[in-house]
């Protein structure tokens, strides 16, 4: 526990009368300050403690807070817990330091603690991971990370490295900062302008207390087109993912998962749904049961006593997740949100089968509005998503869907700000719409979020879009250092109201919430599946694009297979000629196979592989599995005499699951060259 002085509580003391409690008081008018450096002045610490409001926990979020420490809590919000916090901390909750062990569970005192206000500043001793950009530079990334320009000597002790080493930066290089500071929305006790006066008058006579002021950020929906409308480069799927193969691998999958070897019991997967609202139900007609008619089951959604399903935001004003109807009319814009929520439900195509889950839904929704049926989010939207997902929340392990888009040249801190989210919540998997800028790389035109995927990314799945004939979409954005995989995004079939009326939309904001669906089934098998193993999961069994050129677009070459990341609990091969077929079942051996760059005569342990896939010219080889990471893939080097072991137990004949009996295949080690595709179990 940090020692509290006497100092630090004396000067609280004498705040006592400027309404630390009286929160009933504070000013309406938000203010958004970051700070400059992970060492925060405690002056400036202090002045926020006491200058702005204190909060408590939504009691939605308590319980997950209550098996929190305090200083975890403060960590959180903080970044750090400094004695001038901890001191502020205390004074707020009329609390002696003997009275809150800050290593100990919060428990009950979770429902009643209050937080004092505080700027998001913390070292991160594994560093902070930054894929260099075309037009990135160290100086650049470094007021990135921290908001704060540097001196040249700054650079070296922030990043490590040499001042050499960083003049000659490339692109696609992965620089990792000491550092990170956020963006933090906070509520002055004072008018706003005295506030703004006071904190300026502290800064100029502190050389070191940096902060300053930044504005609100102003985003838009990844809009889709009706289907057919991006042209002929969009050429319309025949179906969004094999609907009936899906079901028969989730069946399969929960069986396997109750095996002795693993006792697993299925959970329900929490996900949220970040986008313009929802028009599947209807309060002004039917308040009584607002899903009468509706193709939305409220089963599979998160209910709330005040809104009927959750849940309300407050950006500037109270937002309902269920839009208003009359305000606009429900078109492919207004009713995206709509749209994507089938989606992530399996669309029509699941239909037939979602009702056979409707007793024990594999997920529940939330729906967070942020744009109110419109194509533009509203001011301040980042800052309520960053304070409502972070991982003291009910949400800290949820699978979160955003077509959401920044333009973070326009607002340079808003990267930060996802940043932030993304690394507050760790337990989450945050799944991204890569836009549909025409092909552009996210990244060089720092669109926020879609470029913070990729393979330094481990919760962010950033999704590109894939057309009828498997190739990228001509609209799809696209880049090797930030777009992690695709799915398919033509012509997706889902609903824009509460009518059974289906229409097909294109968009990456259609190809995200398919991976979005195969990650929540995942999350419901396997309950305690963390975020990288969701994502190395998801890419492990996905299937190379069919053209080199487009895999060379994406950091891991592949598209969504929703089917096959089920079979998690076996290794999968897919063998071909004589005797072929895709089979599941145990490898015991895998000998031969190696990256071009490794040393000559090595051979890859089976326990890094994750996964091994061939095309037309070459093997790709996938690993980090002893480190629950994806790597990015790598070329296989000569492999004419590699071989693998394997047991089949079952065949896959259609998208059934059949017990293989006798394979004399596999009587023999069998040879690389012959087998198409390895995916090896992720349990």
């Not at 932030?420 to 092909?439: P, W």
């Amino acid at each position: 526990m940090p020692r509290v002085s006497s100092t630090w509580l004396r000067r609280l003391a004498a705040l006592a009368g400027l309404g630390l409690a009286a929160s009933a008081a504070i000013a309406q008018e938000a203010v958004i300050l970051r700070a400059g450096t992970d060492q925060l002045n405690a002056d400036v610490i202090h002045f926020i403690a006491t200058k702005a409001k204190a909060q408590t926990l939504d009691a939605a979020d308590v319980d997950a807070a209550a098996a929190k420490t305090p200083r975890e809590l403060i960590q959180q919000r903080c970044g750090r817990v400094h004695e001038a916090y901890f001191a502020a901390l205390l004074q707020i909750n009329a609390l002696q330091p003997e009275q809150l062990d800050l290593d100990t569970p919060t428990g009950a005192r979770a429902q009643t603690l209050r937080f004092p206000a505080c700027l998001f500043a913390a070292a991160v001793d594994e560093g902070v991971p930054v894929v260099v950009g075309k037009t990135d530079n160290a100086a650049k990334i470094f007021t990135r990370l921290t908001g704060a320009t540097a001196q040249a000597n700054d650079l070296e002790n922030f990043f490590g490295l040499p001042l050499a080493k960083l003049n000659t930066l490339q692109p696609g290089q992965v620089l990792y900062g000491a550092a990170q500071t956020t963006p933090t929305t906070v509520y002055p006790l004072l008018p706003k302008d005295q506030f703004l006066l006071e904190l300026n008058q502290l800064l100029a006579h502190n050389a070191d207390a940096k902060v300053r002021r930044i504005d609100e950020s102003q985003g838009r929906i990844v809009v889709a087109e009706p289907a057919g409308s991006a042209g002929a480069a969009c050429a319309p799927v025949d179906t969004a993912f094999d609907a009936a193969a899906t079901e028969q691998a989730l069946r399969f999958a929960l069986q396997r998962a109750q095996a002795p070897e693993h006792n697993l019991s299925p959970a329900r997967t929490d996900v949220v749904i970040v986008d313009n609202g929802f028009f599947g139900a209807d309060l002004i007609a039917n308040a009584a049961a607002p899903f009468a008619g509706s193709a939305f089951n409220i089963r599979y959604f998160q209910q709330d006593p005040n809104s009927r399903i959750a849940r309300s935001l407050s950006v500037g004003h109270e937002i309902p997740p269920i839009n208003r109807r009359g305000e606009t009319a429900i078109d492919q814009d207004a009713g995206h949100g709509t749209h994507v929520a089938g989606i992530v439900l399996g669309g029509p195509g699941f239909a037939a089968f979602r009702s056979a889950h409707e007793s024990n839904p594999w997920l529940r929704l939330t729906i967070l509005n942020i744009a109110e049926g419109r194509k533009t989010l509203l001011r301040g939207a980042e800052q309520t998503l960053a304070t409502f997902l972070s991982n003291d929340s009910k949400y800290s392990d949820a699978i979160v869907n955003m077509s959401i888009a920044y333009d973070g040249k326009a607002s340079p801190d808003i990267g930060a700000t996802f940043r932030g989210l993304f690394r507050k919540s760790q337990n989450s998997v945050f799944v991204v719409a890569a836009g549909n800028d025409r092909g552009v790389n996210p990244a060089d035109k720092s669109i926020v979020p879609a470029s913070l995927g990729g393979v330094t990314a481990g919760n962010v799945i950033s999704v590109a879009a894939l057309d009828g004939r498997g190739r990228l979409a001509g609209f799809s954005n696209r880049g090797a250092s930030s777009v992690d995989l695709a799915a398919p995004g033509c012509g997706i079939e889902s609903w824009l109201d509460n009518t059974a009326t289906v229409a097909r939309l294109d968009g990456t904001s259609q190809a995200a919430p398919i991976v979005t669906f195969a990650a929540s089934l995942l999350r419901h098998v396997a309950p305690d599946a963390e975020p990288g193993q969701l994502k190395a999961r998801l890419i492990a069994s996905g299937n190379l694009l069919a053209e080199r050129a487009d895999q060379d677009q994406l950091a891991f070459r592949v598209s969504v297979d929703v089917a096959k990341a089920l079979f998690l609990f076996d290794d999968y091969v897919q063998v071909d000629g004589p005797d072929g077929g895709r089979y599941l079942g145990e490898i015991t051996r895998l000998d031969g196979i190696r990256c071009k760059n490794d040393m000559a005569g090595s051979s890859k342990d089976l326990a890094v592989v994750w996964s091994l896939k061939r095309d037309a010219e070459k093997l790709w080889l996938y690993e980090g599995r002893n480190n629950e990471k994806m790597f990015a893939p790598c070329e296989a080097d000569d492999f004419s005499t590699a071989t693998l072991e394997f047991t089949a137990n079952f065949r896959i004949v259609d998208g059934a699951i059949e017990p293989a009996g006798p394979v004399a295949l596999f009587d023999e080690p069998l040879a690389i060259g012959r087998i198409r595709e390895v995916v090896l179990r992720s349990f």
